[in-house]
């Protein structure tokens, strides 16, 4: 595939490494990690030592020093590869950046070379039993007793939740307000923590290989000097602010899962016969196919230039949207197209096009709801 624009020889060297990592390292070991629930730990040291890990936090905190361009390629060869099991995109790209761009200087110097190393997995903790899209009523609540804050509550559906070691948390630092009670934590966490514990690796319909929990505080201690921003009721903001990226993030995802399907498909159906002809010489096979790979290109050109305009500081809040929403519409479109064409054998686990299957679906949910996507585009209209 041609170099994209917004990418430079450095990403590239950045890609190659991380093609390499996931083909060979990650993916070989998938079926272990699906039967386990989680990737196995150490994978983490080992992508901090390749350097995989927070490319774009300031190389003063340990970080790779780089750019947006520099977390991008590394989701797109986790993607290309078909890891469904890291939870590399969110350590990366949607918590290192809140820990980087509001953390105190001590925090920063504390957590962010931990992070880039390996040694801190991180998770972020926002959705509860209650509430996910409406982020102003979340219960979790967060007090402050001298030079701490005590969290009590409970957070669902969280990714890395079996194996991390730092959340970043989203609390209700005073309940009596709405938005401006929402502050953001960043707690240290771990199995002997008192007042910390992790509910069961919950059982999904796809990304069966990542470990997706339920984590539950019971008057757990943080220092004060780990809320972010360092002034309470700041959360909704800094959450406003670092939205769009994770948005971008899942619309990456999409189009290399797109690209994916659409050449797994091809392959397929050029090596299928039926009717003593291959699947793909049919008109049908082939109308489909030309479909598909048009959609696919057309959203590949939205997203560079997505990115292009994210590594400009110029893309806007509706755009990151716009960009969530539609090509993650599109993914649950091609992928179900394309599996059609391989009969019952695009039903089988054992055939990655399943796997595009299932772990497609869940990108129109996570990072904001499709139809929160559009609630938000409408808002700039
Ligand atoms: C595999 C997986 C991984 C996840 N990882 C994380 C994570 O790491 N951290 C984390 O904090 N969360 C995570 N989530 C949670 C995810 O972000 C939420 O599931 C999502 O935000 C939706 O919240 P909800 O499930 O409570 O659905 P609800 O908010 O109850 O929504 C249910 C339905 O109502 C619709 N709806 C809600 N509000 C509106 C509205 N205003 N207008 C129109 N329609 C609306 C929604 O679009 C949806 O269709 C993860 C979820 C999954 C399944």
Partial sequence: ????????DEAEALRDLAKTFFEKEVVPNEEKFVAQGHPDRALYNRAGELGLLCPAVPVEYGGGGGTFAHEAVILEE???AGDGAMGIPVHNAVIAPYLAHFGSEELKQRVLPR?????????IGMTEPGTG????????RAVREGDEYVITGS?????????CDGILIAAKTDSS?????VSLLFAEVGDDVPGFTRGRILNKIGGKAQDTAELFFDGLRVPATNLLGGVEGQGFYQMMQMLAQERLVTAILAVVMMENAVQLTVDYTKGREAFGKPLFAMQNTKFELAECATIAKVSRVFLDDCISKHLRGELDIATAAMSKYWLTDQLGIVVDRCLQLFGGYGYMTE?????????ARILRILAGTNEVMKDLIARSL
């Fill in 177 to 181: 307000k709405g938005a401006s009670g």
């Fill in 133 to 140: 899209s409406d982020l102003q009523a979340l219960k979790t």
């Fill in 155 to 163: 957070k669902i559906f969280i990714t890395n939740g079996w194996l």
């Fill in 78 to 80: 986790q993607a290309r």
């Fill in 351 to 359: 055939y990655p096009i399943s796997q595009l299957y299932t772990g």
């Fill in 115 to 123: 992070a880039a190393s390996g040694e801190l997995l991180l998770a």
């Fill in 1 to 8: 595939m041609a170099r994209a624009a917004w990418s430079d």
